[in-house]
């Protein structure tokens, strides 16, 4: 199941692209998903409702991420954003000096009043008080007549022709008895998205002409980003905020960050780091930059204050969506938080923040503590789960199935007892015992060679790993296993020789054993052709012991003592080559 956290990431990538409908969807679907109105939220689909200058439902987001948090500085911003989209400017002054008075240094807010007081010049300086501006819109009418407001005023054919003055030529005639007719006023505060209830019949109001002064949406005079003011490697956009491209800093306060941070970086190489800290603090208050921050908290990670560089890092993930920083200094930001909660060992939570910077950017070091952290997670679970008493519970338990014939139940107990007991090779054994009763001899046989790597003297698993070669008709392989297990038996007693030989003779006899429906003629011509017989009959050493025992047949028992001889001779015997009476 998707979480709000994942779809919100997958918005600030489709933002980032500016891709912006998509962005959109997938913050509504954060929204939906998550468990509490969350105001960030609100916020980047604000952002992205006013890229795509739909700046009324960025308004209607806006104002629920006030609602939700009333205190926090930014929403403010997103809302002078969407009033100044408007043409509301007077509204958007007053959201941007809330927000100074939250937070006085916000440059966001100081360069976005700046540009509403340029705005507010602009439009008083013309002649047509802004209407041209506020009426160019070749979309108009349709707006008007869809809008309940003002639906039932396009229905008179002398108020449109009032519309259509001021479009084509709005320096004409009387502002003031322009206004006087309150249907207009109520058109201007529809095309401001203001909700205003007026008298709409048409007759002069004296108090309506002096209160409604139009105000034209400002697209001219909207401030353009200064490009040598943004920090090194910040072109990346991310929803966070919309109106960061209103900041501006100066470059001699870039200048002069940049040398605390070189400062800093001196220090820490001294490992001065509460010195290189202080740097690197001022820096960032020089110049919004998240590169200082990721050096401030590698200096705390240093320090050995990992609370101080996770809380450095995750204010430098904010601020860096705020300032639509590279995705490369935020993926860094979330290497180091996992960086910092591995050396805590806090390990699903570092796990957690790699794959958010794997995220943001893809590199191999990140990967590789990433994947070594998951293993890491699997070893001590398993390690946590090992209780010798239970898997002799289990196995017993195993025993007891397995004797009733009930292979599945078995095999479930058998994997528990292994669970339990990872280096104990009975396990694996008994597991593959079940397995072979389930005809399932492929995952028989990798217990066997997992219970033979586990303990190397453990008979019984090459017994069973034989067995299931056998019927999956793999004979050279069986025979290969038996011969191991045989050294193996012999080492430790040999109490095990007969039952391997017994064996050792069914695989050979079924090996070469006619098919069913096959002339003897065709079973010899097919034995003949056995790699394994080809091989013997052409090794001369073999050729000189039966052409021996073709002349003296008792010398060929002196030749059975050799156990490779044996071998090879009992092989021929079994594919008929050589016959015995």
Not at 321 to 343: C, E, H, M, P, V
Not at 371 to 387: F, G, H, L, M, S
Request: proline share 6%; net charge negative; charged share 35%.
């Amino acid at each position: 199941m998707t979480t709000a956290e994942e779809y919100k990431a997958e918005g600030n990538k489709y933002f980032a692209a500016k891709d912006f409908e998509k962005a959109i969807d997938a913050f509504t679907k954060a929204i939906e998903a998550s468990p509490q109105p969350n105001h960030v939220l609100y916020s980047n689909r604000s952002g992205s409702y006013a890229s795509l200058k739909n700046f009324t439902k960025a308004l209607d987001d806006a104002e629920e991420v006030i609602k939700i948090d009333p205190t926090w500085p930014k929403g403010y911003t997103r809302l002078a954003t969407a009033q100044f989209g408007l043409g509301n400017l007077e509204a958007a002054k007053e959201s941007y000096n809330k927000c100074l008075s939250l937070d006085p240094n916000n440059n966001m807010a100081k360069e976005g009043l700046k540009s509403v007081q340029q705005a507010e010049a602009n439009r008083n300086s013309k002649p047509d008080l802004g209407l041209a501006t506020m009426f160019n819109d070749p979309d108009l009418y349709t707006k008007l007549r869809n809008n309940p407001k003002t639906s039932e005023f396009m229905k008179d054919p002398q108020f449109i022709s009032k519309i259509e003055k001021i479009r084509t030529n709005p320096t004409e005639g009387d502002p003031k008895e322009l206004l006087s007719d309150p249907r207009i006023l109520t058109v201007f505060a529809t095309l401001m998205g203001l909700d205003i209830d007026m008298n709409t019949k048409p007759e002069p109001r004296e108090e309506a002409s002096k209160d409604a002064k139009p105000e034209a949406k400002p697209e001219e005079s909207k401030p353009e980003p200064k490009e040598e003011s943004k920090p090194e490697a910040q072109t990346e956009a991310t929803p966070a905020d919309e109106d960061v491209e209103m900041t501006d800093a100066s470059d001699d306060d870039k200048v002069a960050a940049d040398k605390a941070k070189a400062e800093g970086n001196t220090l820490y190489k001294q490992r001065k780091f509460d010195e290189a800290i202080a740097q690197y603090e001022k820096a960032w208050d020089l110049h919004k930059d998240i590169t200082y921050l990721n050096n401030r908290a590698a200096a705390e990670y240093e320090k050995g204050d990992y609370q101080a560089a996770i809380a450095t890092c995750e204010k430098a993930v904010e601020e860096g969506r705020d300032l639509r920083a590279d995705y490369k200094l935020i993926a860094k930001s979330f290497a180091r938080l996992g960086n910092t909660y591995l050396k805590l060992d806090d390990l699903p939570q570092a796990v957690k923040y790699f794959d958010k910077s794997l995220t943001e950017h893809r590199t191999p070091d990140v990967l590789n503590k990433l994947r070594a952290t998951q293993r890491e997670i699997k070893t001590r679970e398993a390690n946590a789960y090992v209780d010798p008493e239970k898997a002799e519970e289990a196995r017993l338990e195993g025993k007891e199935y397995f004797t009733k014939g009930d292979w599945p139940n078995a095999v479930k107990a058998y994997t528990e007892m292994i669970k339990r007991a990872p280096e104990d090779a009975r396990g694996y054994s008994n597991r593959a015992a079940a397995l072979a009763k389930l005809l399932s001899f492929p995952d028989a046989i990798r217990d066997c060679n997992v219970a033979i790597e586990k303990d190397p003297k453990f008979v019984r698993a090459y017994i069973r790993k034989a067995n299931a070669q056998l019927m999956m008709k793999e004979y050279s392989k069986a025979m290969e296993t038996l011969e191991e297990a045989r050294k193996v038996d012999l080492e430790i007693g040999g109490k095990s020789v007969h039952e391997i030989d017994e064996l050792l003779n069914k695989i050979t006899f079924q090996r070469f054993q006619a098919i069913e429906g096959e002339t003897p003629e065709q079973t010899m011509e097919r034995v003949s052709k056995d790699p394994e017989i080809v091989s013997i009959l052409q090794d001369p050493v073999m050729n000189g012991i039966l052409a021996q025992a073709r002349d003296n047949p008792a010398a060929l028992q002196e030749h059975m003592k050799n156990p490779d001889v044996a071998k090879k001779i009992n092989m021929l015997i079994a594919a008929g080559v050589i016959r015995t009476r």
